[in-house]
């Protein structure tokens, strides 16, 4: 992932940008089914959280139980 904030963003289908840009628009539209609200900006980045959270206890869960 580019972080330069100002290279030039490539939309083409299939394209990092396309599809991070695709992933913020489902986590947007699944926040706002959740909340019975309006999307907030930052949804994307709640959401990689979250699921960074669920693999870390799920990883220490599989620890804990072996």
């Known amino acids: 992932m580019n972080l ?3 290279r030039k963003k490539d939309w083409s ?3 990092e940008d396309y599809n991070r840009m695709m992933k913020a628009n ?4 699944e926040e706002s089914g959740v909340n019975n609200s309006r ?4 949804a994307l980045n709640r959401l990689e959280n ?3 959270w669920a693999a870390i ?6 620890w804990w139980n072996n």
Do not use: L
């Open 13 to 15: 289908v299939g394209s």
């Open 4 to 6: 330069n904030p100002f």
């Open 57 to 62: 206890k799920a990883h220490w869960r599989s």
């Open 39 to 42: 999307w907030a900006p930052g």
């Open 50 to 52: 979250k699921q960074r």
């Open 26 to 29: 489902a986590a947007r539209t």
